[in-house]
């Protein structure tokens, strides 16, 4: 696994942000006008339109055998 230097302070926002831009660029998925109010995406507020979040777990379930995620 690459690790990336980290250059800039720790901010939700800054996570938030990091997660857009992975999300798009290895899975090609634009999480678009999705709204991220906490980092576990556990909350209720948290919100995500139904055809992104299929993208997501489609993108999951054909690349698991190298995420090891479902596991």
Request: proline fraction near 3%; glycine fraction near 2%.
């Amino acid at each position: 696994m690459r690790q990336t230097q980290v250059t800039s302070p720790s901010t939700f926002r800054a996570g938030s942000d990091a997660i857009r831009r992975i999300t798009r660029e290895k899975a090609n998925i634009d999480l678009g006008n999705s709204i991220q109010v906490d980092s576990s995406r556990l909350s209720r507020h948290d919100l995500i339109t139904p055809d992104t979040l299929m993208q997501v777990l489609q993108y999951i379930a054909k690349n698991d055998a190298t995420m090891d995620y479902i596991s």
